[in-house]
């Protein structure tokens, strides 16, 4: 006990030294990552149990795990050896400890030669990519990724050389291995594993082969030993094949280790090749095998080859590793010795009871083998999705193998399947248990000792282990940082627009307050404006009033003027009266004077005889006085009016002074006036700046409100935006919980159908075997259908078929193809595509195939259109939103041939409706459906074929309805020369196809002319008499009797 714990403490402190070493070494962002806990060490002595594997280790070890572990306790394996396998991605090749799956095909034999001959395989083999693809119809076929895939032409050394090889070299290296072959009855599993080949040594199987470079490495190395063992699991009981007389042998499981023995079979030491046959030779004749249907020799057996290889580690292995110091005792080290185990499993067939044909005790022993294989299954399904509890020990099958699936051993299993279409059931339930065993990865482990410096290499491998997944976490981190940071840089352009728009706000807001400012100092200048026009208003008024007053004067002194002017112009008219007057008084006066001194004269004359005549000419003077009184009154007068006058003339001279002051006083007015005019002018300007500014304040208040229904507008747009985003959120959240929910539901109706078929492999009991062949399997299909449409409804009911639609216009790639996926699911289902059709669902598969340029979506929408296509509603819809021009278009989109399938299968649904025919046509979907047959591709070319033959079908009954007449719509495109050319196909059913499409073109007279052209007449009496199908045959004798063209 001290010397246990002295070296358990020893082996702790030496961990905690080598792991602080190890942390200076890494980087300091992470250093939590260096915990013990994240080292992934095991407590105690566990440390030096377990070591990654690597294929050929280049450094000695040296330490024991056996006898470390068993140092304590703490290392016993419980019961369910769930923490030694991880269920990881099947692509990661370069992990060791993943089992290895290969597939191997046989060829056919006499009976499906003769029965099959006209149907294809079963499975499409691609060997170079090791890829197999299962057909499931027609035109669907599922392709699964194996190791490695050989055809039905492999050899037997080839076969070896890729599955158990590697696990051999593994084995002579000092590690656990297992080889094990998986099928159905009669597919070659005992041929792969155990033939003999003693004469032939090219047919040598597995078992031999192992042996044979097992001993060759022996043979070079003296302190090798091997041995081995010969079970065989006979219903549910363990048998040695070596030693018959065993039987019921017991299963030991060491409590402290873990491991399963079998202590009660015969061990055999082989020396060389020829004593191993021997005694294969006596396991193989005591081993149970049966006649059936599927197989002459059917093993009715599980047998279980166990090589025990034990060598000494004294001197340099073959392997690689460097030679360890001599074998001593004490302080010089213990001695250090490597034991690995190979287990060779050759299991026994699955088999139905209505196929192979058994009865009577080979039922029993079918049950058994039913039953094991089943509880292998449940342990490869649990170990693959990382289930909690295994089911080890439901069987001892599963507890023999306990240590070759989610143990320590390499495990490499050969699955082999046949290709014909008889067993599909089977072939897909072998493939799907290959697919899920590759899921599954060991713990491998090195049996040996290790010291301090092995404990460093762990350390090591470790380190870099866990340095790959910080670095792995880092990327993962790093791409989520930058998811992050981008949706951050989103968000900030989101808020720096908001921010923008929110400084655009405030710039509004400040040019607000300015203009508001401004509008005041406006409002101030105008009215001080207005003061200065009310003072200019009274001025202008005043000035009115001085202008009325002017114009009244000027009015009154016009009309003065006028009267002065009539005035002046009486007195002119007087004066020249007066003055001509004036002339004829001077005139008479002077006529007067002359007279008057004419009488002088006479008087002077007649003095003498006045004189003496005075008396008689006194009257004569006094008349002559009164005369001159008269005249020199009239003289006065005239004297007096001349100085009237004169006075009037000088009051006129003196009026027309006034008016001539007058006029200049009205010039000064008009001066006046003119300032006046200047005076309105600048009012007029004040008005129309006032009226401007005016205008201009309602244009700022204007402004002014527009900013802030911009600023409130923006408020709300920011607020939607926050809302928005807000409900984004959300919805993402929702979008994310149904994608788990439709994985979930996806995955339990999975696991639902895989369920049905293992259940579907059991046999039903004695009282069912005489049951018809066809009912079990339709009863089987149907319990399998049912699930599946179960699966659905339930998953239509939880999520809605709507909400499904929705996520297809998700901006997640990911849940774009998750829900597409499920919508082509869904439409397989006929009760389904009713509700797609009602929610929208082919108008969102037509938008997405117009829209998508991702190669899966394309494919699974094509798909999901082509189960709708097959409805008469959807197909209005399909052809009303022109979706078959976008199918026919879909041949330059893509060049995918699973895609180009699915749309060549949709265009083939369209063409059995006669609605349709002439619209196919207009909108090349004939066109489309040839070109895609130029592929070369089978599979489209039988959709191709299935499409032609629906169209002359549909065409061939409106003719003879009367609804149609002339020449076939087909020919105008060439179909013809296609289907003439191409009705040697080699794939049956699609030879039945063209064959059909032929005889129904011929049917039409008006394609008589065409047929002889082309030389189609030739095939249709070839098919009156080569065709597999005896409606076809009489259809096409029918013709050439019925149509003068042809019997010409």
Known sequence: MTSSSNSSSAVRSSAKHAAERIQQHLPPSNPASLSSSSLNLPSKTSIAASINHSPRPKERPSSTASSVSAASPSTRRSGTPVHRSQSKD????????????????????????????????LVELQPEIKRLKLRKNNWNSESYRFDEVFTDTASQKRVYEGVAKPVVEGVLSGYNGTIMAYGQTGTGKTYTVGKIGKDDAAERGIMVRALEDILASASSASSVSVEISYLQLYMETIQDLLAPEKSNISINEDGKTGEVSVPGATLVNIQDLDHFFQVLQVGETNRHAANTKMNTESSRSHAILTVYVRRAMNEKAETGTKSPKPESLGDKGIPRVRKSKLLIVDLAGSERINKSGTDGHLIEEAKFINLSLTSLGKCINALAEGSSHIPTRDSKLTRLLRDSFGGSARTSLIITIGPSARYHAETTSTIMFGQRAMKIVNMVKLKEEF???????????????????????????????????????????????????????????????????????LLKDLEMQKDQCDLMRDKATQLEMNLKNTKQQQLESSGYKEKLADASKVYEKKIEDLVQRVEDEQARSTNAEHQLNEMKNILSNQQKSIHDQEMGNYQYQREFAEATYTYESKIAELQKKLEDEHARSNSAEEQLRQMKSIISDRQVLSQENEETNELKKKLEELSQMYESTVDELQTVKLDYDDLLHQKEKLGEEVRDMKERLLLEEKQRKEMESELSKLKKNLRESETVVEDKRVKEDLPKGPSESGALPGSQRSHGLKKSLSGQRATMARLCEEVGVQKILHLIKSEDLEVQIQAVKVVANLAAEESNQVKIVEEGGVEALLTLVQSSQNSTILRVASGAIANLAMNEKSQDLIMNKGGAQLLAKMVTKTDDPQTLRMVAGALANLCGNEKFLKLLKEEEGIKGLLTMAQSGNIDIIAQVARGMANFAKCETREIMQGRRKGRSLLLEEGSLEWLTSNSHIESASTQRHIELALCHLAQNEANAIDFKRTGSVTEIVRISVESSRDDIRSLAKKILRSNPHFSS
């Open 90 to 121: 099947f692509d990661e090749d370069n992990d060791p400890g993943r089992v290895r799956v290969s597939v191997r095909v046989r060829p056919r034999n006499g009976e499906e030669l003769k029965s099959d001959a006209d149907f294809a395989d």
């Open 451 to 521: 010291d301090y410096e092995s404990l460093c290499r762990k350390l090591e491998t470790q380190v870099d282990h866990l340095t790959a997944e910080v670095e792995r976490q880092t990327k993962l981190r790093n791409s989520e940082k930058q998811e992050l940071e981008k949706r951050l840089r989103e968000c900030e352009n989101t808020f720096a627009e908001a921010e923008k728009n929110a400084a655009r706000s405030k710039f509004l807001e400040k040019e607000n307050a300015r203009l508001e400012l401004r509008m005041k100092e």
